[in-house]
Structure formats: structure tokens, C-alpha cells
């Protein structure tokens, strides 16, 4: 077992409320209920020592490991293939189908011999509280029970098990068409305990999980050319979101470096608007209306709870339940995924000035007719009070949307997304015939428009720049044509797409600014943003650069791990770094997927 496997040695099982990571050897090293964001239970990948896990593996040093999802699902089958035989792991969770939190939580691991005989052993060692809390183990003959304040956890298996200090290990032999099974169930302190795994109930309950995926999948409207690649990241994007409330995560870790050794370590685990607004056209145009729906009510929510207050009307991110108290605290005690410290739980950058979001947010309520006119009149007032208070605030230095801590700026990208905000509102207001200061919001929209045109240029770089009053480039500009800002063959854009290629572009990989050139307040260095490659295929592809953007997004699908996930970041090795699987990648993914595929089939006259 490595100590530290690579980040995209992994797999994604989750039930829509919380995830788990498997890695390619059979180690459960990620696992936190019973939210997302809750503490961890199993966490080896942030600390080996004190992080806890659950391996289920052969006991055979020369064994191969495969790894693959059942198709069109979110159940992961890892395979182990050896001269004595040959076994599967096949792990998954009960999706929530209730829409109601609930604490109890359950993954099934299913062994299976498909060839010869397979010797598993089990090791189960969770550490509670981000291992900060001690428990207690109950010991059954095929079951253990670990206490810890608060929460409860049973581990139930087909096999023996037996008490290592305060932990668990087993083992079984199963030949050729033998089944077997693991469930770890957590719930509160004091919760009724899960009924005893049966062959005939686990087979069940994998049809189950089958047949949920496949039917939610069967309402995808994408028939382009990528249709595993966008599949795999629409489900991706589906187990990211918390059912009960329709908030979709960044990304289903903490913690995991942009730079191996670094300190660029962050949580992950909550709601941005920004990443959340920008899936709602994409889970539109593949067909997953409620997915859409639910977070456009949830969005709602939140504006509406800070009606009245003094504070800015929306926080940059949340907590899954809506919760905005994400105080950031860091875990010392963690050693971080290979040294990486520190690691932190909760985030900083919730309290920060990020304007960019309240374009995202509008340009999520505006998408979709079938959901704009859903918006009661007191939705639309409040709403319009947004619109009201950014008319007055827009003009102001804020973090931007790489979250800096270096002080802030008059970003670029910020006051594109306050455009965009005014320039859908109107659109609304004058499709639905809402009442508005239009007007005003028409004033505010232009000044920005030739604001941006006259300090977010440089003559020096012949591009649109990060910031005023400098020459640093920025990849998320790269949506200025994606959002109607400008015209994807216009002038000024394609000399900012050539000068990008020439300072931001290396090898197909997109960086997303030069730290050394804009300083951000952290040490150290980055890789490649994931999200702003396909950013960067989307762009290429509106501007007619065909061969170039079909290139580099195939190139770019070789850096999706085996089972088609990608984290945050590329490193210089082509290892995937960052939290992982991430949220905001898979959608630019899908994004840049539909609008190339649309771009060429056009130029072939489909």
C-alpha cells in the first residue's frame, strides 16, 4: 500500500449527500459524513499515520489492479489480477432518492473471485474528527461497532473479524463465482444498527444503484462526439451535489496541494456561486432540468436571507445547507498529502470581495425560460434590489475570482461579470415585463463596457489584461466571448488569444495568470488549471481556430485519469494536482465538448 498514491489513483462513489475516494489498490483514503463538509472518518490521504482508512485487497504483492466504473453509473469495480486468480471490488453507495439530510450513510464494498482463488484481507482504521477524536470498538463476530462522540460507526462483513487495538482486519478466501461483502455504515450516536449484509441483498442493492444512474442518465440530450467523456463528467457533477438542497460542491476534497510541498492547500468542500451559477446552462443543455432548478432555488435562498442587512447581498460561497460560517482553521496535526502543509479546514477567501459572482448568479436565474418564469414577484424584487445595490458598488477593488490574497484590484474579469449581471437583468425585466430601473442598470452596464475598454487593455501586450494599470494576462477572460462581452472574431479578442497562446499557453495547458508577474500573497508555484485548458478549447473554437482547439482538447483527455476525472491543476509531469475529482473542471469540460463539437459539425455542414 503507498503511503501517499498519486491523486488521480482514485475513483468517485458517493449516495448525493456525501463521497468517497477509492484508490486503484482498494484503500478507501477519503471519506467525510455525513456531509461533504462534515469531518473526515477516513482521511490517510492528508496523513497517512493519523488519517484513517479501509483497505479491501488481495494479499498478493505481484497482483495488477485495474480500475473502471460499470457503465454509465457511479459504481467503481476494482479489479486485481494475479497468476492465482483473479477478484473484483465493487464499491458504491445508496443514492439519496428522499432529498432529506439524514446522518446514516452507507458504503458497500461487494468481493467477487472471477478466476482461480483470491485471498482479501480487510483493514478498517477510521479516525474520527479529522483524527482528532478517540473511539471506542464493539466487537461482534462479523461486525464492529467504533463510538465517537457524536457519531457511530459499523463496519459489517460475509467473514470473521478480529480486534486490532482498537480497529478491525479480516480476511477471506473466495474461488472462482464466490460473493462476499463489506458495509460501513455511519450514523448518530445511539442509531439503530443496519440490518446483516446478505449475497442476495447486496446483489439487490447493486442493481439498485445500476439502475438509478442509468435512468438518470437516459435524460442527457448530448448526441456530439464525445459522448463517455461528457457523460462521465455529467455524473461526476451529479455526485458533487447535495441532493437535499441542490448545492453543488467545488470539488469532494481538502487539502490536496497545487504544488506537492506547498502551501497552496485549500477546502474545497462548499458551494462557490460562481462554479454552481455557470453549471446551470450546462446541465440545461444536456437535459438535467432539476438539477438546474435546484440550485436556481437555492441561489434564491440566498439572496433573500440577506435582504435588510448592511453586507454585501451574497457571500462568495457556502456551505452546502446554506450555511455561511465557514471559519478557515488549520489542522496541524495533519502532515499533509506528501508534506504538503498546512492543511486547512473551512475557507478564508467566504469573507472576501469577489464581484464577478453576482454575474454568474444573474446569468444562472436568466438561463432556461422554463425557470426564469418561475420567479415569484417578491423573487423578482429581491432580485432587482441586488441588481440596485451592484449598480452602486460595481466600480470597486475586490479579491477577483483566483481569490487572491495579495491585496485587491481592479480586476477585469470582475467588472465583465458585473456587465453580464446588468446586461441579463434587462433582458429579464424586459422579456417578462418586470418592473425596473432599467435605466439605471443600462447606465452602469455601458460605463463598464467602455470602462473595460479603455484601462482593461494594454497596448503593450495588444490583449485584455488581468487587471488595470498592468500587463498580467488572465485565463478567465478567456468567457469574454462565451458571455456576449465581445465577438468571438473580434480584433481586440483574437490578438488577446494570440498573446495568451504566447505567455499563458505551454504545450495545450492553460495557466491561469503568472503568480511571479501578479503576485497573490502564497509561496510557490502552480500548475496548469484544468479548468482554464477547456476554457481555452471553448475560446479557440468560437474564433474559428478548428484544428487547433480539437487538438488540444484531445490532448487534454489524456490527462483524465483512468476512469476519465480530473482534478484541479496539471503539474509539470502531467500528474493531476489539487482537489480531486473537481467540479468547476468538469463543467468547462462539458462546456468546451459542446461547443467545439457544435463548431465542427457546422464547418462539415451537419
Not at 479603455?454 to 488595470?468: C, L, P
Amino acid at each position: 500500500m503507498d503511503r501517499y498514491p498519486p491523486i488521480a489513483e482514485h475513483g468517485l462513489v458517493g449516495d448525493l449527500q456525501t463521497a468517497v475516494l477509492v484508490s486503484s489498490q482498494g484503500v478507501v483514503d477519503w471519506f467525510a459524513a455525513p456531509r461533504f463538509d462534515s469531518p473526515s472518518i477516513f482521511a490517510a490521504l492528508l496523513d497517512h499515520d493519523g488519517g484513517g482508512y479501509m483497505r479491501l485487497a488481495p494479499e498478493h504483492p505481484d497482483a495488477t489492479c485495474k480500475q473502471l466504473y460499470y457503465p454509465d453509473t457511479a459504481i467503481l469495480v476494482t479489479r486485481f489480477l494475479s497468476a492465482d486468480g483473479v477478484g473484483e471490488v465493487i464499491d458504491f453507495m445508496p443514492p439519496d432518492q428522499t432529498r432529506k439530510a439524514t446522518d446514516r450513510h452507507s458504503l458497500i464494498r461487494v468481493l467477487r473471485c472471477v478466476r482461480g482463488a483470491v485471498d482479501f484481507t480487510l483493514e478498517c482504521r477510521p479516525r474520527f474528527d479529522y483524527g482528532r477524536a478517540e473511539h471506542r470498538l464493539e466487537l461482534g463476530e462479523n461486525s464492529g461497532l467504533f463510538r465517537a462522540p457524536g457519531i457511530d460507526a459499523h463496519l459489517q462483513a460475509g467473514f470473521p473479524l478480529e480486534q486490532d487495538g482498537q480497529d478491525v482486519r479480516g480476511a477471506i478466501t473466495l474461488k472462482a463465482g464466490e460473493v462476499s461483502g463489506v458495509v460501513f455504515t455511519v450514523c448518530a450516536s445511539g442509531g439503530e444498527a443496519p440490518a446483516p449484509p446478505t449475497i442476495d441483498g447486496l446483489t439487490a442493492q447493486v442493481q439498485g444503484a445500476a439502475g438509478f444512474w442509468q435512468h438518470w442518465l437516459r435524460q442527457s440530450r448530448y448526441r456530439g462526439r464525445w459522448p463517455e467523456l461528457v457523460h462521465r463528467s455529467a455524473i461526476t457533477l451529479k455526485l458533487l451535489t447535495y441532493a437535499p438542497t441542490g448545492a453543488l460542491v467545488a470539488a469532494a476534497t481538502m487539502g490536496l496541494p497545487e504544488q506537492v510541498g506547498g502551501e497552496r492547500n485549500w477546502d474545497y468542500r462548499f458551494t462557490w456561486v460562481r462554479d454552481a451559477a455557470l453549471s446551470v446552462r450546462v446541465m440545461l443543455d444536456l437535459g438535467f432540468v432539476e438539477e438546474a432548478t435546484g440550485f436556481v432555488h437555492w441561489l434564491g435562498d440566498r439572496l433573500r436571507e440577506r435582504e435588510g442587512k448592511e453586507d454585501e447581498p451574497l457571500q462568495t460561497m457556502y456551505r452546502v445547507n446554506g450555511s455561511p460560517d465557514l471559519p478557515e482553521v488549520t489542522l496541524d496535526h495533519f502532515e499533509g498529502y506528501r508534506g504538503s502543509s498546512p492543511v486547512r479546514i473551512g475557507n478564508g477567501a467566504a469573507d472576501q470581495l469577489q464581484l464577478d459572482i453576482y454575474g454568474e448568479a444573474v446569468y444562472a436565474l436568466s438561463q432556461g425560460l422554463g425557470i426564469a418564469q418561475q420567479a415569484t414577484y417578491a423573487g423578482w424584487k429581491t432580485l432587482t434590489r441586488t441588481l440596485d445595490w451592484l449598480a452602486e458598488a460595481w466600480d470597486r477593488p475586490d479579491e477577483g475570482i483566483w481569490e487572491t490574497r495579495g491585496g485587491r484590484q481592479d480586476f477585469t474579469y470582475s467588472r465583465m461579470m458585473s456587465w453580464v449581471a446588468f446586461d441579463h437583468a434587462m433582458s429579464l425585466a424586459e422579456r417578462f415585463r418586470r418592473p425596473a430601473e432599467v435605466e439605471k442598470w443600462r447606465t452602469a452596464r455601458d460605463a463598464i463596457f467602455e470602462q473595460i475598454m479603455e484601462r482593461g487593455w494594454s497596448d503593450n501586450e495588444s490583449a485584455f489584461i488581468q487587471h488595470y494599470g498592468g500587463d498580467v494576462l488572465d485565463a478567465s477572460l478567456l468567457l469574454m466571448p462565451a458571455v456576449g462581452f465581445i465577438a468571438p472574431k473580434d480584433p481586440a479578442w483574437l490578438s488577446t488569444l494570440d498573446a495568451m497562446d504566447r505567455k499563458l499557453v505551454s504545450d495545450s495547458l492553460v495557466y491561469r495568470y503568472d503568480p511571479a508577474a501578479s503576485p497573490d500573497g502564497l509561496r510557490g508555484s502552480e500548475g496548469t488549471f484544468s479548468l482554464c485548458t477547456f476554457l481555452y478549447v471553448d475560446a479557440l473554437a468560437r474564433a474559428g481556430r478548428l484544428p487547433r482547439a480539437r487538438y488540444t482538447f484531445e490532448k487534454m483527455q489524456t490527462y483524465a485519469n483512468h476512469v476519465g476525472l480530473f482534478a484541479e491543476e496539471v503539474g509539470p509531469s502531467g500528474e493531476q494536482l489539487g482537489n480531486f475529482p473537481q467540479a468547476f473542471t468538469h463543467l468547462s469540460l462539458i462546456m468546451a465538448a459542446t461547443t467545439l463539437g457544435e463548431a465542427l459539425d457546422a464547418e462539415e455542414g451537419r
